[in-house]
């Protein structure tokens, strides 16, 4: 039964398993609130070392045979602080798509990140590095670390 889950989770499905996802590049870094990337109320408790706010749903209507839940997770200040000014920033995505048995629609979890641990003192727009990138179908994962100099 386990096995049967993990295949319906992990398996590609569809267009929503399509494409490896990108970072959302308009994302605030350090969990700053803008319109569009709300953060002032999170369904995490304070000292989650992730911090999630609500989702952003689409797609759940009648008519759709998918449904979205996006969402911009930060690390927590006390977390950000802990790990100290260092001379890197990450952009990263994450996607995990199934097939809801219950409704026969095809579910995404599509998290978006980005740390700046200069917290903005750097010169320049920094070094990009080699992505990160997984994509096994049902699981999707890219990660673009930027170096700089502070």
Known sequence: MAAAFVA?????????AAAPPSPDPA????????????????????????????PIVTGGDARSRTVVYRAYPFLADWL?????????????????????????????????GHCDFTDGHHVGRGRALAPIVVDAGGFAVRIEPRAHRV
């Open 80 to 112: 950000h602080r802990a790990i100290g000014r260092q001379p890197w920033e990450i952009r990263g995505a994450a996607r995990i798509s199934f097939l809801n048995p219950a409704d026969g629609k095809t579910v995404v979890i599509n998290p978006n």
């Open 27 to 54: 994302q605030p870094a350090n969990g700053q609130s803008a319109p569009g990337y709300r953060t002032e109320r999170t369904v995490t408790p304070p000292l989650s070392p992730i911090q999630v706010p609500p």
């Open 8 to 16: 319906v989770v992990l398996g590609g499905i569809g267009p929503a």
